[in-house]
């Protein structure tokens, strides 16, 4: 199965501030996804991030507050853009390939003072 | 539209007892169905699919899974409970088993196990 890492793990960060996190998997992977979490909650996809072209989003999120990147197959970044403490989350990514089930990294923990 | 309920928010059980969590789903075509643990400060992992063939699935760390298609439930099971098993349960399913098909989380059931 893929190993994905997440970086950072966690961040503190300042209002109207903007943060990018960067997930790598150790292998080829068709999907790579962006989710949100609340602690102790379930999550919500934010987005899918498409190689090669612009990331599909969900309902209730657009990609001027949330560009993805993803410039190959290993590799996707999100950015929380001017950020307000409702940002407050877990962001997670994960990978799939077909016939396969998706992985997940290990989240960042983002806190917005 | 596809949807997932785990109608317990938590589940308690005395370690070496057997553990039931709950799982009914939603989806228009062929469910594929998952269950995924997650412990504090990680992000989720796989313990089991149900993609076909035999109803009963076995996973990582003695789980298992019953797919039950005339009450579309996938309850997660196992024999004797483990004070490690204590986590955040979470059953997903996605229509169809295309990679890029949307996977939908039901809301999460907290196991605890108790010594």
């Known amino acids: 199965s893929a190993v994905i890492s997440q970086k950072p793990s966690r961040d503190i960060c300042q209002r109207g501030t903007s943060l990018t996190i960067q997930c790598q998997v150790d292998s080829q992977v068709t999907m790579m996804f962006w989710y949100r979490q609340q602690p102790g909650q379930s999550l919500t996809l934010i987005a899918t991030a498409n190689q090669g072209s612009e990331a599909t989003y969900e309902s209730g999120f657009v990609i001027d507050k949330f560009p993805i990147s993803r410039p190959n197959l290993t590799f996707s970044t999100l950015t929380v853009s001017n950020m307000s403490p409702e940002d407050s989350s877990i962001y997670l990514c994960?990978?799939?390939?077909?016939?396969?089930?998706?992985?997940f990294g290990d989240g960042t923990r983002l806190s917005i003072l | 539209a596809q949807s997932v309920a785990q109608p317990e928010d938590q589940v308690n059980v005395a370690e070496g007892n057997p553990l039931t969590v709950k799982c009914t789903y939603s989806v228009s075509g062929n469910p594929y169905l998952f269950w995924y643990v997650q412990y504090p400060n990680r992000g989720l992992q796989f313990l089991l699919k149900y993609i076909t063939g035999d109803n009963l699935v076995k996973g990582s760390y003695g789980f298992e899974a019953e797919f039950n298609k005339s009450q579309t439930s996938f309850h997660l099971k196992k024999p004797s409970a483990l004070v490690s098993d204590s986590a955040l349960y979470f059953c997903?399913?996605?229509?169809?088993?295309?990679?890029?098909?949307?996977?939908?989380f039901g809301g999460g059931t907290r196991l605890m196990v108790k010594p």
């Open positions: 994960s990978a799939g390939t077909q016939g396969q089930p998706q992985h």
């Open positions: 997903a399913v996605r229509e169809g088993n295309n990679a890029g098909n949307m996977l939908t």
